[in-house]
């Protein structure tokens, strides 16, 4: 008896499962499954939130002659349209008003805020690395990390990048790539190697450019929409997604990193054996 169609099908659609599932796209499915991608991309922009959004407008207000309005900074880094960033400045002090108003207790928050964050995403790298969680010792990362950070943050808002858009562009892009290798170096303290850590950060700076071309096609509108069906409460949500997209592609990039420094060898040890079988094929 001939087997029906439907059994054809389903043998078919059963064998190409098994294909993707073996595959490096269908390991790095079950992987990011595995480690609650979503979950650390959602924890990322809550902290994110309660520190970046204060870092960014403290670093502005700190140079006010070369930098940029934390407004300015964040819609450039969203990519969004000139009347979208005028909605973002709505929600944000002055850079002029920022030092006046700060507080000791402000910078303390701020400060303990700025370590979680730190601590998250050294939690996030250990999961994707497969590492134990550090010993309370090496807190002093996160210090480090935050004062690299608000450093890095400060370069990005120079009005020298803003002048040159192209150069400024290349540099912006290889001083995230430097930030984010050594990032990834330093809070997993070392127990990774820089070869290995080296394509994550290139996988991670790509992915940070696709989002922000994403964002200047969804974030432009949507924020301009939101402003006037929720008011400012509108498009704080449209910020709050646009670091959950941040998290996404953080921590994304850097399990990717880590499965192409796993499937390149194999790919590398396959492509060589089947080289090697075809100079058999050829002496038989």
Known sequence: ?????????????????????????????????????????????????????PLLITVAAADPERGWGFAEWLGEGLGVSIASRAEVGQLFTRPAEVLRTTTAFGIATLA???LSFGAAVQGGYEKIWGLPPAR??????????????????????T????????????????????????SQRLLLGGRIRWRALFPGAVATVIGLLGLRIFSGLVFSPLIASSAV??????????????????????????MVGRLLHEELPRMKHALNQRRGDRRDRGRG
């Open 1 to 53: 008896m001939k087997p029906s169609g439907d059994a054809v099908h389903s043998s078919r659609f059963g064998r190409l499962r098994r294909v993707i599932s073996r595959s490096p796209v269908g390991r790095g499915w079950r992987r990011s499954s595995d480690l609650e991608l979503w979950s650390l991309a959602l924890g990322f922009a809550a902290l994110g939130l309660l520190t970046l959004v």
């Open 112 to 114: 303990v805020f700025g």
């Open 136 to 157: 309370w010792r090496a807190r002093w990362r996160h210090v480090v990390w935050l004062g690299v950070l608000t450093g890095y943050l400060l370069l990005s808002g």
């Open 159 to 182: 009005a020298t990048l803003r002048r040159e858009p192209l150069g400024g562009g290349a540099v912006a892009s290889l001083s995230a790539l430097l930030f984010l290798w050594w």
């Open 229 to 254: 069906s929720y008011g400012p409460i509108g498009t704080v949500l449209v910020i709050q997604s646009w670091l959950v997209g941040v998290g996404v592609v953080v921590f994304g990039g850097a």
